[in-house]
């Protein structure tokens, strides 16, 4: 069935680096794509939508220049954590839709910490 | 206040027991999702349901459309039950519930 994998499942990283987390649809082509932030034992945050081929919209209080959000294929969507800082230390887990109504794929997430 | 509510935020069960999660909401929405995180952090869909009741395995979800509630329900809980249940929305947005942690002790 349809699956939408998000790699990588884990990383560590130094400050100042950047993390690129991929999540690609399987069986399927994600016209929508949203990128969340949780932390521990909290709700799941929105962090942007992104349409394939436009620009990402962001929610208000997210820095589009520190995450960037490509969406360059129907399959295949990047968030990119650029000069990451320990305060970025989250998990981020990608959530896809084809355009059937109201079904819903997620990444398994990627735990992100950085030293 | 929140587009989903989820009651009770966290419940501990002796292994076996019948549970119920409760989700009620505010919005107008054309389905209801119920999601399933593990300790691990990824996020499984359980159901989706837009009305009536589904079944799978032990699990059971129910919806009433005219009182916007819905609820999952556990048979037989088993410790490997134990994760956190996510109510989540599709209306004009996509709204998640605070979720529900449920520990089921052998």
């Known amino acids: 069935g349809a699956v939408v994998s998000q790699h990588p499942s884990w990383v560590i990283c130094k400050s100042g680096t950047s993390v690129k987390i991929e999540c690609r649809s399987l069986d399927f082509q994600a016209t929508t794509m949203f990128w969340y932030r949780q932390f521990p034992k909290q709700s799941l945050m929105l962090m942007a939508t992104s349409n394939e081929g436009s620009k990402a919209t962001y929610e208000q209080g997210v820095e589009k220049d520190k995450f960037l959000i490509n969406h360059a294929s129907l399959t295949l969507s990047t968030l990119t954590v650029t000069s990451a800082h320990p305060e970025d230390s989250s998990f981020y887990i990608c959530r896809a839709t084809s355009g059937e109504v109201g079904i819903q794929y997620f990444g398994a997430g990627t735990r992100l910490s950085v030293l | 206040k929140n587009e989903v509510e989820q009651s009770p935020q966290n419940l501990t069960a002796q292994e076996g027991e019948f549970i119920t999660i409760n989700c009620s909401y505010s919005v107008g929405i054309s389905a209801l999702h119920w999601l399933q995180q593990h300790p691990g952090g990824g996020i499984v869909s359980l159901f989706m349901?837009?009305?009536g009741k589904k079944k799978h395995g032990r699990l059971i979800a129910t919806i009433n459309i005219q009182e916007k509630h819905s609820s999952l329900h556990i048979t037989a809980s088993h410790p490997r039950d134990s994760a956190v249940y996510i109510c989540a929305v599709t209306g004009n947005q996509f709204y998640f519930g605070t979720g529900t942690s449920l520990t089921v002790i052998p």
């Open positions: 349901l837009s009305s």
